[in-house]
């Protein structure tokens, strides 16, 4: 082995690791180093024996290999990148951060390799940032990686993200060549939700993520590939599979921990497939012990999850991630299971070819508003399932959680990221006409906080009077929901689980719906719940509405006691009924499968439609209430058409 060159060992090492023998190829180059100690490519062996072994989870050995490269050759960048990544992993996230901020204080020679490392840097920087809640500082740090390199998709979204948590107004500002309709293109799906209730752009964003960001697998299925699975069937249960990152202590957890329980187990066989963080608590521990069979799947790659979901015979797999942080697309595109199904992760399309259903409800997506989904809409009676076993003990000393013993306490426990310049706006006018109340929001950084302060200055409103909870566990945050008087609603993306904590907690929600998705949930689970006149129709109603309750708290008692007589026999909380339901869904699926009827998804022009939306100014006005939206639309597609000819779709371009 001393003898061999460095060639020849990388090549060795990458065909042992192409072979799935990672650990032997770490070996390789261990033992080569061992051997060779004055080679003046040590450093390049040390390193790729540290991906190796980070890309194993060997992190302790990552990091001394890691450390080796360093010491061979301090002027190396990359292993300071991989260092830093590594350590984040074990949790030495100061550690972390000073490998990175030395690659991005550490450029010689300008030149496109040390650009890169430089932007690299600045981003897992910016990450640690995040996570410690320094958000202008992380921003900062994504604008310096914008510059660096401009165009790269996941910065501009990180940056738009980071920017909507701190309520950074306008929110699309010129940033590395980039105008507002050019950031459009790349915004991120939840970032769209967040800031105009478009639901076209919505969809055409989506699919602009599936085409760009997801991309097409180098390999998939077709329904011929199932076609046996249509003559099993009769003999067997329906194989049900359920794949998420946040089956564990997480709004998504909370709300799906009771129901895997109820699933009628004579009907159909349960499979969780979990790929999210290796985090055990409760919530997950309660979801395992109720399937059949808990797969964890965070350490495969896309194949090897993908036959263990083939070999498990998925007849229908329900994608409970969508476009959030931590799901498998890229796996779902290879097509695992006959059937893909949207639900309850992501409140939107997806503008996939891979995902066939979206469940929904008929308040979410109304008859005659399909076509803003990519997916065929299939309805829940109520479409968000809830846990009846969470707690229901109430604190009851408002001074001691920082509120007034007097006056009425409005709250929003939405992420900042759904508050916007009109919302915001409304709040004010509802804090002025009812005085001596104040508006509780979760806490997020002192940065933001300042922020909103300062705009209710702006808007005459004595900044005091905004107050902010502190963050703490979920029971906790759950018991201290009936100190508030009422929940503010937010749009274009509102209250979901918050919404439903909420209302089991006795605290009347007042929602005004949207057209979109996100901006529909809140008011389907206000009416689920059994309180119908506290869903407004306009925005002017709302505010009225909201002052009419906090200048007469009395009136807000009938509407507590009914929530809390409701939880025993309200739609929202009917578990057993939603599951049943849903299991209905499930066999009409199949049959459509098995009958040659499933939907196939088509995206045609919707890349066009992100050309027209991203054209249109959302921060003008608030495009919720816009009495011609659909006109605009039709107008911007028509007039398209005119200058060079689409092809016909479901949507709006009809064809000449």
Same mark, same amino acid.
């Given at each position: ?129 995040? #996570? ?433 007589? #409701? ?90």
């Amino acid at each position: 082995m001393a003898r061999m060159g460095i060639a020849d060992l990388v090549g060795s090492a990458q065909a042992l690791s192409a072979s799935g023998q990672g650990a032997l190829a770490a070996e390789l180059y261990r033992d080569w180093a061992s051997l060779n100690p004055d080679d003046p490519l040590l450093h390049a062996v040390q390193f790729n024996r540290g991906v190796l072994l980070a890309d194993a989870g060997e992190l302790p050995g990552a990091v001394e290999a890691f450390t080796a490269a360093i010491r061979r050759k301090p002027d190396f960048l990359p292993p300071y990148i991989n260092l830093g990544a590594a350590c984040e992993r074990l949790g030495a996230r100061a550690q972390a951060y000073d490998h990175w901020a030395h690659v991005s204080t550490s450029l010689g020679g300008v030149n496109g390799e040390t650009v890169a490392y430089k932007a690299a840097a600045l981003k897992q920087m910016a990450q640690v940032l995040e #996570g410690g809640r320094q958000l202008a500082a992380a921003e900062d740090a994504l604008r310096q990686v914008a510059e660096l390199a401009p165009f790269q998709r996941d910065v501009v979204q990180h940056w738009i993200s980071l920017r909507q948590r701190q309520c950074q107004w306008p929110l699309l500002t010129p940033i590395a060549g980039h105008d507002r309709a050019a950031l459009l293109r790349r915004i991120a799906p939840l970032s769209m939700a967040c800031l105009a209730d478009d639901p076209w752009m919505h969809l055409a964003v989506a699919a602009a993520h599936m085409r760009e960001d997801v991309g097409q697998p180098s390999t998939f299925r077709t329904d011929a590939d199932f076609a046996a699975r249509c003559a099993e069937i009769p003999g067997r249960r329906l194989r049900i599979g359920y794949l998420s990152s946040d089956l564990r202590e997480h709004a998504i957890g909370s709300l799906m921990a009771e129901m895997f329980g109820l699933h009628d187990r004579d009907a159909v066989e349960v499979f969780a497939y979990y790929c999210g963080i290796p985090q055990e608590d409760s919530t997950k521990a309660r979801i395992r012990g109720a399937v059949e069979h808990w797969r964890d799947i965070a350490a495969l790659d896309d194949a090897a999850a993908e036959a263990m979901i083939l070999g498990d015979g998925i007849d229908i797999l329900v994608d409970v991630n969508g476009h959030t942080r931590g799901a498998r697309t890229r796996l779902l595109t290879r097509r695992p299971a006959p059937i893909i199904v949207n639900w309850l992760g992501y409140p939107g399309s997806m503008g996939s070819a891979c995902h066939h259903y979206i469940i929904a409800d008929p308040h979410i997506v109304p008859e005659g508003s399909e076509g803003f989904y990519s997916e065929r809409v299939v309805r829940l009676p109520c479409y968000q399932p809830n846990d009846r076993r969470r707690p229901t003990q109430a604190a009851t000393d408002r001074v001691a959680h920082g509120l007034p013993a007097d006056g009425t306490v409005f709250c929003s426990f939405n992420g900042t990221q759904k508050v916007t310049p009109f919302v915001f706006a409304r709040w004010m006018a509802i804090l002025h006409g009812v005085p001596d109340s104040v508006l509780w929001l979760l806490k997020s950084c002192e940065e933001v906080e300042d922020r909103l302060r300062a705009r209710a200055i702006k808007a005459g409103v004595a900044p005091e009077r905004l107050v902010f909870a502190p963050i703490v566990g979920a029971h906790d945050h759950l018991a201290r929901y009936p100190l508030a008087d009422l929940f503010l609603d937010t749009l274009p993306y509102g209250a979901h689980t918050t919404a439903s904590d909420a209302l089991w907690m006795g605290v009347p929600v007042l929602t005004v719906p949207g057209r979109g998705f996100a901006g529909r949930v809140c008011a389907s689970l206000v009416q689920a719940a059994g309180l119908p006149e506290c869903v407004c129709a306009t925005a002017e109603d709302y505010v009225a509405r909201a002052i009419t309750l906090g200048r007469d708290r009395a009136t807000l008692a009938p509407l507590r006691d009914r929530l809390l007589a #409701g939880r025993d026999s309200a739609l929202l909380f009917d578990t057993p009924r939603l599951v049943r339901e849903l299991e209905s869904l499930f066999r009409a699926m199949w049959g459509d499968f098995a009958g040659d009827r499933l939907p196939r998804p088509d995206p045609v022009n919707l890349d066009t439609y992100l050309e027209l939306g991203a054209a249109m100014d959302h921060g003008a006005e608030e495009t919720s209430f816009l009495p011609d939206y659909e006109a605009r639309w039709q107008a911007a597609v028509a007039r398209r058409d005119a200058y060079a000819p689409l092809p016909p779709d479901r949507r709006l371009a009809r064809g000449r």
